[in-house]
């Protein structure tokens, strides 16, 4: 390879970057084991070591390599660049990193630039009320949790759509690289525009090893991996090898190498007008794991080895000889050369990174509260369904809040700041109007049949859930906003990145620094109650279950009832920051309820009693017939409308929970009714029949503080289902109007011995119904075309 | 390409094959449109036609082409083969070809091969009481659910696995192959022994579009794609173009190349011993989506292009233009000359099946229940911790199940039907000792340096959870056996797999043909009261909550408290069948508890009263302290020590609960405790303090249908929590003894007036122990070493 043979670096500089290099994994080490004498100026013993070693040495070394070639990138070309860490468990790497550049000591002043800053820089790292042991919301610099790994190239992506001066170089670790998520995330090279969009320098660091295995790419021939990151659309250059400075000068040399083309590709598509996907440059580095740790412990290979993924050398309050190793080990990084007397890193080092905002850890991009705009939102009002009465007019809810989204995108395509992401369901979960203003990303090629590509495009569809949300995290970390729509069932593929967000979210509410940024926001459609065509595979409304385990302050719940509530949440979300917003609403003409000020009123009070469907007007009900979700308040309109011609007397109210959270206790949640609130809706002492979207036990699980608790009945998915009609849905559930109204008879005292006509008639209904629909395929046209009023 | 050129079929086999594609398509869109006038003997009109058009047309007629040329290979060559659906939403193709080789009809008889046979089969597709719109369950020859896409490969290779004669044909769909989890399972290659496994076949087909959009694999240059296919390791043969007759020559020419070339490796490894990991032939097939559907629909184009992904044809009801076209293209595949007068498909035609269990949909590795035999397991007994008191000895829980798995693995090396999985966290998780017996399987390089790995080894360890669950329900699908260890947080990567597999198993207890197979047994270890050193991001108890949503029927959720108990579980997962068993346990040195037989009996119970840890001796008790998980546990009993010392007239019962669905009504899950027997344990109104591994509104959700519900007042996890040590995580949210003493005290009526000194004796300890880690970094000596009965 040419670049074996060039030498970009002086000498002197290489000397300095080395240097740098090793004042960083001094830092690194130093973190993960001293308590105390963080410069060695006594000799090490046990007393100095902390009594519990946590962190990662393994991977460390590369990053710290990494990081400092990458200041040098940025210095001499005044470039705007971040760095993402897939292998962010080297937390001790980027916390040195960004500590030598100036940037930690500027957001946590105690971690000075001295000596008694640097014991304190050593000593909190995974320490109790210190900081975490991985990359984390607390390291400056970073928009990617360490912890979970599959996600940092899509993180990547996403920031640099609409940064055109960005580059985000991403280390992929070689673990990480074997996951799902990042195996398919190589993709997103056919959804950036080189015009428009920044550009991602993935940097596969091929260190061999994870914690007890060795990694899959490390140990295929090296024309294979070639052969794939070619076929992923990339060009490789390999930095191979284990002697520093011939390692340093072929890093440089192929940094160079890569902004030049990158430069090149950008030139190209900017200026010459050239439309062809590029092949973008990427890095390959093997380097030993661990590199420059002890070579052998106990007579046992390290460096370059399994051994060195965690704490290479334990039993130091017991194992004299590993102190020993342990100091020989710092000290051959010479600290004296790196750190003066007061401990301050020597500036001639220093002035080795960028300067202000252009520092990695100081790059306003990895704290995109900084750079958030809000969107220029039209009035939702606008695109109300007109309600001349409630139940009398259907309307595709979704579609309508398609309506919004693209005059919301209309109003912004200026500010290249607003995406929506799906897996290829934007149009199934009715958006597609937003397809008149801008097509889908599209990079690869295009025939003429093809619909809506572009570019250019804000729709960013790609058949992977884990590239949505990965996309849309790291947009939105970098201060942009988004909306990800997905069918109900399968946004479960991205639970544990959701949990990643939510934890990263809750732990950014109490770091000052870390501005708010705009919610990560989800329409969950396509929903368990009308997936009847796909079957019983594309049913689960489980997610919400998922998300209110999270921290109560980062987690919001929505289920509108019809279109206009929907316009009126949606509305809500896009203003938000630091939440995730979970919507779960139809798609499929629907009746709708409620006039666009009666919808903003309902959403804003987030539960609310709907009287032109009670009959318990000014007096305590008989009954309550609550209802959550679109589906489920059709249901319960339709008993309510059945027990109002056949049990007149009986006072019924009727109440509908758009905002989930408004369950909860106050005390649990900011959105959660008093319990007098609780009360004055749903009674302390009458039947409530809830009649809810999910799993019946989230309601359950929500209100089991309240008083009236004892009194609540809840129907929901129970799991049964199949490929069938939307009302046999309902039934097989129980969640339909018949099952309800035989509810209400079992439920409100007394009533039983004297309906048992009803009863019984329900049933021959139900019966009616199930043979009809087994006989025809399709519901009874009284179902179908029923509408509220029509007795 | 050579192939072009070469033609294997003779023009009357051509012929024959041809026939047979035609009948599988006509038979695929019978069911997705027709109700009656089967065989077109009538003119076609509206009222033959279904209701609601519910189905996927586009990737049908690709699978069905696919599925002949399979049965002609088979035949040939008295192939053992199975055939995995990626697209499975291709249901009808399925179907149809089962129906076309009789397996269909011997499973279901009603469905006959007659007019009337074909009738019924059209009817029950997609239809109210009929057949699911995928391959699902109720389709033989299938252990691939087709709802979610992206697991087919992992299933193929679960099912190769240890079946060394068995070919397992993959048919990837190009919009799967965008998913995290098929893009990283193309790597299973590295993983599978040529010598005593089976071999996979994958078949990637390029047809070009999703539901709306392109596909990322049909629009990248055919050198790219081919470097691609070629850096996952396989050897790509194309198989590309739209002319059928063609296109046929170039298939069999192209099965044929393939089989030969497995022979050629089978046989290098097998006969000739050749060790290195072979390059296994793979097959692309480009063919137009909806190939032989209609052209063109209303001036737009059809075939080819998204358009006919699902129902080609619309507005059948409304549109006589359709039903004409619908017409035109049914006759287009001349049933006449397929189907007899009778209705039956033609001998000639049906003859090119194979006969027998050699037919695909009767091969009974996709029915493993047939094959299943039961694990040989040893007396877990013999693994028995000695236990001479409760709390005074320590042992690593799953280090101890980790040699039960180890002589579990010995005894059963012959059987070849038993594996491990795990995502590089084997040895983490403590399983270590079964390297003993059977290496890690690695089919790539391997360095001298690299610890216990082979070709021939039985687990089975790559950083992607997704692979881990793929390839182990492959694995159990076709009748063997395994557990999989997982970090308890990242078990979540597979909630949604983990719901595929739970709805299919809740199918299969209602198909009485298909045979109950081994449970999914997971142990999640590495858990979150045990991820001080990992901090946030590994905390996350939530899985369980996802499990329980899924039917009672199919899930059982297991915490045993100790070594002993884990013992019995896990001998108890290892015999149950067509569960999801989810255990969590410990891997850190701590506290037995239990004698082997009082853990047998406590697990055989379920839940029980620690006696020797109560003071309630046949009394009531003031208080029951309840506990479930490790150090829950851990942390009730130290609490019950302490009031022991403090309040000796106060009668606490401590009650452990192992089963965590013993909680849950009898009426809702098979295991749970009826009424009365819970109000034994539990007391009917007195305080319960319930100190849970997982989040605490779980155990509300499970119990709030209990008398003493009301009563019952739970701690657990929280969502608090950082790198620190393990008690400050306890702390931090609440479950640790001291609070639970506060808690009595809160809680027991009439207690708190008079312990005013204990609750701020116990607030004053809180203090001591959190300013003693804050300095010290590591918990005090009196937790560290505490133990029952010291005082």
Redesign the interface.
């Given at each position: 390879m040419d670049a074996m043979t060039t030498t970009p670096l002086s000498p002197e500089l290489l000397q300095r970057i080395d240097a740098y290099w090793r004042a960083a994994n001094y830092l690194s080490v130093g973190q993960i084991y001293l308590?105390d004498n963080a410069l060695l100026k006594e000799p090490l013993s046990r007393e100095h070591i902390?009594?519990?070693l946590?962190g990662h040495w393994g991977t460390t070394p590369g990053l710290n390599f990494l990081y400092a070639h990458l200041n040098r990138l940025i210095k001499e070309h005044d470039l705007n660049l971040i760095y993402v860490t897939g292998p962010g468990?080297g937390g001790p790497g980027l916390v040195a990193n960004v500590y030598l550049e100036g940037t930690y000591s500027e957001v946590y002043p105690e971690i000075s630039q001295d000596a008694e800053g640097l014991q304190r820089l050593f000593?909190q790292f995974?320490?109790?009320?210190?900081?975490?042991?991985?990359v984390?919301p607390e390291t400056p610099g970073s928009i990617h949790?360490?912890?979970?790994?599959?996600y940092s190239l899509s993180h990547a992506y996403g920031a640099a759509f609409d940064n055109p001066d960005l580059i985000v170089a991403c280390v992929v670790g070689d673990?990480?690289a074997?996951?799902?998520?990042?195996?398919?995330?190589w993709?997103s090279n056919?959804f950036l525009n080189p015009k428009s969009d920044g550009c991602v320098l993935p940097i596969l660091h091929l260190n061999g090893y994870?914690?007890?295995?060795?990694?899959?790419l490390a140990?295929?021939?090296h024309d294979?991996?070639?052969?794939?990151?070619?076929?992923?659309?990339y060009k490789p250059h390999f930095v191979e090898g284990d002697q520093p400075e011939q390692m340093h000068q072929l890093m440089a040399t192929t940094l160079d190498a890569c902004l030049k083309e990158i430069q090149q590709i950008q030139h190209a598509a900017r200026v010459e007008g050239v439309t062809e996907r590029p092949c973008w440059p990427m890095i390959v580095l093997r380097s030993p794991k661990g590199w420059t740790g002890p070579h052998e412990v106990d007579g046992k290979?390290c460096e370059?080895?399994?051994r060195s993924h965690q704490v290479p050398l334990g039993e130091m309050h017991t194992n004299p000889g590993h102190v020993k190793i342990l100091e020989t080990w710092m000290k051959s990084y010479r600290p004296e050369e790196l750190f003066d007397e007061t401990g301050r890193f020597k500036p001639e080092l220093q002035e080795l990174a960028p300067a202000g905002q252009k520092r990695m850890g100081a790059n306003p991009h990895a704290n995109g509260g900084e750079l958030l705009r809000p969107l220029k939102l039209p009035d939702f009002r606008d695109f109300a369904v007109d309600v001349p009465s409630p139940g009398t007019v259907t309307a595709e809810a979704t579609r309508v809040m398609g309506k919004f989204l693209e005059e919301t995108m209309r109003q912004n395509l200026d500010s290249k700041n607003f995406r929506l992401f799906s897996p290829?369901?934007?149009?199934?979960n009715r958006w597609q109007d937003v397809l008149d203003v801008t097509p889908?990303a599209?990079d690869?090629?295009?025939?003429p049949?093809?619909?809506h590509?572009g570019s250019n495009g804000r729709v960013m569809?790609?058949?992977?859930?884990?590239?949505c949300q990965g996309w849309l995290e790291g947009y939105l970390l970098t201060g942009r906003h988004g909306f990800f729509s997905c069918y109900e069932?399968?946004i479960?593929?991205v639970?544990?990145m959701v949990?990643?967000h939510a934890?990263w979210l809750?732990?950014c509410n109490h770091i000052p620094w870390r501005r708010p940024i705009a919610s990560l926001n989800y329409l969950l459609s396509s929903h368990v109650w009308r997936q009847d065509?796909?079957?019983?595979?594309?049913q689960?409304p489980?997610f919400i279950?998922?998300v209110?385990?999270?921290?109560a302050e980062v987690t919001r719940i929505y289920l509108p009832p019809d279109a206009n509530c929907l316009l009126s949440v949606t509305d809500h979300c896009l203003r938000s920051r630091n939440y995730i917003n979970v919507v779960v609403a139809g798609k499929q003409p629907s009746l709708q309820w409620l006039k666009i000020d009666e919808a903003v009123r309902h959403c804003e009070l987030g539960v609310s009693i709907w009287k032109w469907a009670s009959t318990d007007q000014d007096a305590e009900p008989d009954v309550v017939m609550a209802c959550c979700g679109d589906v489920p308040t059709l249901e319960t309109l339709a008993a309510a409308e059945l027990l109002r011609e056949k049990l007149p007397k009986l006072k019924v109210r009727v109440v509908n929970v758009v905002n989930l959270m408004k369950l909860q206790d106050a005390s649990q949640h900011p959105h959660g009714l008093t319990s007098s609130e609780f009360d004055v809706i749903f009674t302390s002492d009458k039947p409530v029949l809830f009649n809810f979207h999910g799993?019946p036990?989230?309601i359950?699980?929500l209100t089991?503080r309240r008083n009236n608790?004892g009194n609540l009945h809840v129907r929901g998915y129970v799991?049964e289902g199949?490929?069938?009609?939307p009302f046999?849905m309902c039934v097989l559930n129980r969640i339909d109007r018949f099952h309800l109204v035989k509810d209400v008879i079992d439920r409100v005292p007394g009533l039983a011995p004297h309906c048992a006509y009803l009863r019984q008639e329900m049933d021959e209904r139900l019966s009616e119904h199930r043979e009809y629909?087994?006989k025809?395929?399709?519901d009874p046209a009284e179902i179908r075309d029923w509408k509220w009023g029509d007795r």
């Open positions: 308590f902390k009594p519990r946590l468990h000593k995974s320490f109790p009320g210190g900081i975490p042991s991985h984390a949790e360490g912890g979970e790994l599959g673990g990480e074997e996951t799902g998520a990042l195996a398919t995330s993709h056919k994870k914690i007890a295995n060795p990694t899959v140990r295929i021939p294979e991996l070639d052969s794939l990151l070619k076929g992923y659309g290979l370059g080895s399994w290829d369901e934007n149009n199934s889908r599209w690869a090629e295009t025939l049949t093809d619909d590509l569809e790609m058949l992977s859930e884990h590239q069932a399968f479960h593929i639970d544990s949990n990643q934890k809750k732990v065509h796909n079957g019983f595979s594309h689960d489980g279950d998922h209110v385990n999270k921290k799993y036990w989230l359950h699980r089991y608790h799991e199949t490929t069938t009609t046999d629909i087994r025809y395929g399709d």
